[in-house]
């Protein structure tokens, strides 16, 4: 995981059952397991739970997780919505988010979305700059002058300047890495036995637990 410097997040302590794969009942508790994230963030989706992925297409790490993430999107409840927050950490991470944006601003980003993972990874394309990937996404439908416009544009200025407000916010320091309503973050952590499924299974059950605080 690509790392930043650490925020450390104070946690209140809470639990809840699930089961472990010897089937031995294993709880979830902030400040072990999920951390907080103080003060919590406003959130982009309404009433509804908001479930933010922190992500790259320049992390390895994200695209192994890209299976994961479809699979929470697939299971989450009505009243939860999956998001999507890029990550700057490096130069060519910046120039992800930035094509991101531009894409989001296009509506392309969910016919495009797994199709770069498998360009970069599976297909090991030479995406080292914004012309290759503009050319990228017009191989997806969008015309390539006018994706790099936008993408050069104030308003996706404006929204990386907002993904660095927010990862100090929320204290993010990897990828990937999982909001839950702006209150909760959750990773991947060997150390602690949490794995990419472990993370669904807490992200399930923060938002059962927010859905409880709406009733």
């Known amino acids: ?12 302590l809470s639990a809840a059952p699930t089961f472990a794969a010897d089937g031995a009942a294993r709880s979830w508790e902030a400040g072990r397991d999920y951390a907080l994230v103080e003060p919590p963030q406003p959130t982009g989706t309404g009433d509804k739970i908001e479930v933010l992925e922190v992500f790259s297409y320049a992390c390895p790490h994200c695209a192994h997780f890209q299976p994961y993430a479809e699979k929470l999107k697939a299971a989450l409840p009505k009243n939860a919505e999956f998001t999507l927050m890029p990550a700057d950490f490096q130069p060519r991470w910046v120039m992800f988010a930035r094509g991101f944006y531009a894409a989001k601003a296009l509506g392309l980003v969910e016919k495009t979305h797994q199709a770069m993972f498998d360009a970069i990874y599976r297909d090991n394309l030479p995406l080292d700059g914004m012309d290759a990937v503009a050319g990228f996404y017009a191989g997806h439908g969008a015309d ?72």
């Open 1 to 12: 995981m690509m790392l930043r410097s650490l925020i450390l997040v104070a946690g209140l």
């Open 144 to 215: 390539k002058a006018t994706f790099l416009s936008t993408a050069d544009s104030f308003v996706v200025d404006g929204d990386l300047d907002r993904i660095r407000a927010r990862e100090i916010a929320y204290g993010i320091d990897s990828t990937p890495t999982i909001i839950v309503n702006g209150k909760f973050r959750v990773v991947a952590d060997s150390d602690k036995n949490i794995g990419y499924d472990d993370m669904l299974d807490i992200v399930q059950y923060l938002v059962a637990q927010e859905a409880k605080k709406k009733r």
